[in-house]
């Protein structure tokens, strides 16, 4: 019987991981790729996995559920949020908790993101579940996600499609943006730069509707 060959990344979609856990599960010897290509990439016998086959950190440490919007406004988007993470957390029999946070993808300064890095640092946190890696930070959920390999933490995605909020959540990114270099350049002898970030700040207001 042929074998369905997959790549790392597809493996991970299959088992609810990120690709950065399927390196690490190598590194210990929990899961080996089957093959490699002739350029070194990971290859995956599709029939051997198994969905949460490793999903089992110890348990002195915590799952953590991570959700996030990018403001006030959108309170009924982060209860879906809390739900799903929720009642995923509660099929697989994990003792969780759920931190939420509102805020831009943008933002470092956000309480929950750094409630759940430091415990991931402090070594408490063994699994982190989220609904999509974006929900981490807009941009640098890659480093995010390097610190929990770092600190062994297993890292669930439960979708790994773009997020359907992509483009509200990056347009109100720019919006702040342009928030704070409006007040630097407002103040400045140019009467072209106001008009010049009203037009901008208009565009993507319209880009919203």
């Given at each position: 019987m042929s074998r369905k060959m997959v790549s790392i990344h597809e493996a991970a979609e299959f088992l609810g991981v990120a690709p950065q856990t399927l390196r690490r599960w190598e590194r210990e010897g929990k899961l080996i790729p089957d093959e490699r290509t002739p350029g070194g990439r990971r290859?995956?016998?599709?029939?051997?996995?198994?969905?949460?086959?490793?999903?089992?950190?110890?348990?002195?440490?915590?799952?953590?559920?991570y959700a996030r919007v990018s403001s006030h406004d959108q309170q009924d988007d982060l209860e879906r949020q809390k739900q799903v993470l929720e009642r995923y957390c509660a099929r697989q029999g994990w003792t969780f908790e759920v931190i939420a946070d509102r805020g831009s993808g943008m933002n470092t300064h956000k309480k929950g993101l750094k409630k759940l890095l430091?415990?991931?640092?402090?070594?408490?946190?063994?699994?982190?579940?989220?609904?999509?890696?974006?929900?981490?930070?807009?941009?640098?959920?890659?480093?995010v996600l390097a610190i929990c390999e770092a600190q062994g933490v297993e890292v669930v995605i439960l979708n790994q499609g773009e997020d359907t909020t992509f483009e509200?959540?990056?347009?109100?990114?720019?919006?702040?943006?342009?928030?704070?270099?409006?007040?630097?350049?407002?103040?400045?002898?140019?009467?072209?730069?106001?008009k010049l970030l009203d037009g901008v700040k208009k565009a993507v207001e319209d880009a919203q509707r």
């Open positions: 290859r995956y016998d599709l029939a051997r996995l198994r969905p949460n086959q490793f999903h089992a950190p110890e348990a002195a440490l915590r799952t953590i559920a430091d415990a991931v640092i402090d070594g408490q946190v063994g699994r982190l579940v989220i609904t999509h890696k974006d929900r981490l930070r807009r941009f640098g959920a890659e480093l509200e959540d990056l347009a109100k990114d720019v919006l702040e943006i342009i928030t704070v270099f409006s007040a630097r350049l407002y103040g400045s002898r140019s009467r072209k730069n106001p």
